[in-house]
């Protein structure tokens, strides 16, 4: 592709849609599952509602990068949206705990899919220039999803039933589908799908070329666990009823610095933005640690929205930076991988460490602040060693 040629285009705006629709599907549901987990009775598992999700999509993630490499991007986009359509759709029938922790174990296959086919196409249709832009523009679209998202899902949990919660989430996630039904393949040797493709060679499950920003990434993505997890029980201890108002705040604030952080990580390196973004993400959790009133936690939401902001479409960035052509999709599967990692131990450590006692949030988020500081300690150490380019 041309170094000049425009990234606005109808592949790439089909992309940005299916983006925000996938994400506002599976996160519709998400501020009201710690509650309803505990209405199961089973309130002593809620760092499991985030952490086993994420197993699965990491354990799926060298599969769909294979997958994606193989038979094509497209693909493997449908099946994971495929995938969030049906689940939401059998929440409701979740009778037990056992039943519902099964179901949120392969819902973790609709991300382990989705986002890599997505990463891996817009690899394949914007230049090396302005891959930075084209990441924070799709992460926009993504962090819109993830700000109406939530949002959404408490306003019609509240008004009409969880059930109706679930099912409006099902029904986005298919609009998603019927989105990338009208989009053109960017896989040049698109092969037909085997059962081959499953068994895995272990230099197909991990890239190490991208090892730099995946230990980035697995640092500071605990800190997005830990939110996940315990920012709904905190905003019922401050009294707010809408337990999707911190992420509508914290996405609006991610949103507004995409753009504009994509752009300066190509123009000024992947490490110097991450830096910045990195300390930032330490400020962002320790504010939330000592948040005594409902207008200094909902700021802290706005400085951790800056923090990853910033940061995910940057890494993004290096990550299709330091892979090979021809594996893109091995790429950023193995990046998503750490992805899920961070976020699955950030869930389930904040989980133990809470243990629903509110006393305990302090140390919850302190763990978060901590890993980032280890971030950055790489980053300032350690990771431009890693990458001659950055």
Known sequence: ????????????????????LFFAS??????????????????????????????????????SGKLADKI???PVMIFGAVVCFLVGFLYPLASSVFLFLLLRFFHGFSTGFKPTGTSAYVADVVSATRRGEAMGILGL??????ASGPAVGSLVANHFSL??????????????????????????????????????????????RVIAPCIVLLLTAFSFGIVLTITPDFSDSLGIQNRGLFYTFF??????????????????????????????LVVAMLMLGFATSVEFFLFSAIVFGLATGMNTPTIFAWTIDLSHEKHRGRGMATMYIALEAGIGLGALFSGWIY??????????????????????VYLLFSARNKMATA
């Open 141 to 146: 679209c993504g962090s819109l999803g993830m």
């Open 1 to 20: 592709m041309s170094e000049t040629k425009s990234i606005y285009n109808l592949q790439f705006g089909l992309l940005c849609l299916s983006s925000y």
């Open 72 to 74: 094509g991007r497209i």
């Open 251 to 280: 996405t609006i604030a991610s949103v507004a610095v995409r753009f504009f952080a994509g752009k300066a990580s190509d123009k000024y390196g992947r490490i110097q933005v991450l830096r910045v973004s990195t300390s930032i």
């Open 163 to 208: 059930e109706m919660m679930f099912y409006t989430s099902s029904a986005v996630a298919i609009l998603s589908v019927i989105i990338l039904a009208g989009m053109k393949e960017t896989l040049e040797d698109k092969q037909a799908f085997r059962l081959s493709f499953l068994k895995l060679q272990k230099h197909e499950i991990f890239e190490p």
């Open 26 to 63: 599976f996160n519709m549901i998400i501020p009201e599952l710690p509650a309803y987990l505990e209405s199961l009775g089973g309130g002593e598992y809620k760092g499991l509602i985030i952490a086993l999700f994420t197993l699965t999509a990491g354990l799926s993630r060298p599969f």
């Open 355 to 376: 243990a629903n006692d509110p006393s305990r949030f302090v140390y919850a988020y302190g763990l978060g602040a901590l890993l980032a500081v280890f971030g950055l």
